[in-house]
């Protein structure tokens, strides 16, 4: 589609974000019904599912990035993309705010988008539940900046560990990979951190091998908390087997820069704080709210009591306002923060947008032959005209009947390491809980069907096999 300036007959669509679910709401939508704006400071769409597998090179970054402009320019009419962030949203004046916050400015870095409806879908920041020293000495786990950091910093700390005359308990140190937080961004990590050095590292660098160590830390009494029992065990069995230590009931309460300090119950029931030294310390606690969801929240009476997010009605409308809907992590529907619910969100958006934009249209089709019927000179075209209201009326009606969202469950799936995945999947008869290779290759085949794109797909496949015949690339860039 080429650009084509806003049609002022038209409502601007702006729509924050391209995660999954703005990016599941722009590839349904039909665009040529609204001017659609997109602000966002990632110009791709990212594979979230895949992230922990580039952490250690299993796959490369850009084989799970797809660009913004190559999927919106397959679009039917023109869409605008404005890389930046939004840093307010102004709710009565129905503006938001935009900064470009990247390296090269311009004349013009910060301006102002009006808008008539709102999709607000910038997803959640990670929370460190204002824990001292995390941010300043610890990885995320949610963009693919931080793969890369994490990526440099596995090679940094096996180069260190080996630099001449290291002394023994700072080789030790150096090479004791601590994860903390036990659900699925940590598991799935500290899995993929095993495998890398079960199947490369061990060879290409022998001499770290019996101090190299992965451990998992966990405040609840186990990791996974939202998978089935039967797969909790199973997953803390294979770490076992994995030797990846998994450290329960145990809280981070202060990180420094070479240890972090944990609370834990011992045996007698008292409360103990230890030194845990580590070289690399990846964080991966779970979500927190994003500045510009928060001031949105304080300008609405109606959201004074959320906490996690924007509390959204049934149509995903932001409650209290009627012109701001919200998808995905920056959302509280009552579901999980998943990729699967932020695009099923999208999607019905997407739906919604399309309903509406046909109903706009029925109505002044409507308007305009009730002109008609009244002004008509003969019974004939009055009656003419009768027919087609009714039948527009018909349709209207069907339009407007669309139903509220609902979440449809298709399952979770987890990478757990040694090629072995967890899977609670709901089938048509009830739920079915697995987990092995065989829930591995399934992994595999829906993590594959799920991608972006067939060129993703493929560069995916092609990550794999080249891993499975060269190994992974320990070069540290
Ligand atoms: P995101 O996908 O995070 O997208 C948010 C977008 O908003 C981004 O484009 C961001 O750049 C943009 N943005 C941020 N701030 C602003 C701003 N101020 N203005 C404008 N734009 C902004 N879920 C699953 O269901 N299955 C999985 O296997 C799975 N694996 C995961 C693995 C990892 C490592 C991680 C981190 C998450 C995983 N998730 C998984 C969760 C899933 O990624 C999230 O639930 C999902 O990304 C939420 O979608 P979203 O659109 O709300 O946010
Ligand atoms: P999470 O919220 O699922 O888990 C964070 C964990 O950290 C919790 O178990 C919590 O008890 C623990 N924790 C918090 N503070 C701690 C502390 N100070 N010390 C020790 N432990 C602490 O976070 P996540 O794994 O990043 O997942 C976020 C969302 O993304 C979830 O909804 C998850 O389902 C989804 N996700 C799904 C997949 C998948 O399906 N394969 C993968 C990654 C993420």
Known sequence: AEQVDPDPSKKTLVVLGTGWGSVSLLKKLDTENYNVIVVSPRNYFLFTPLLPSCTTGTIEHRSIMEPIRNFLRHKKAAVKYYEADCTKIDYENKMIYINDDSEIKGSTSATEVPFDMLVVGVGAENA???IPGVRENGCFLKE?????KIRK???DCVETATFKDQSPEEVKRLLHMVVVGGGPTGVEFAGELQDFFENDLRKWVPEIADNFHVTLVEALPNVLPSFSKNLIDYTEQTFKE??????????????????IEAQYTDAQGQKQLEQIPYGLLVWATGNALRPVVKDLMSQIPAQKDSRRGLAVNEYLVVKGTENIWAVGDCAIANYAPTAQVAAQEGAFLARLFNQMAKTEEIETELASLSIAQEKAANKETRDDAFAKIKDLQKRLRRVKSMGPFEYSHQGSLAYIGSEKAVADISWLTGNLATGGQLTYFFWRSAYLSMCFSTRNRILVIMDWMKTQVFGRDVSRE
């Open 153 to 155: 910093r596995i090679m």
């Open 242 to 259: 994995e030797t990846i230590e998994i450290r329960t009931k145990t809280m981070v309460k202060n990180v420094t820069e070479k240890y």
């Open 144 to 148: 693919v900046g931080d793969a890369q």
């Open 128 to 130: 460190t539940f204002g």
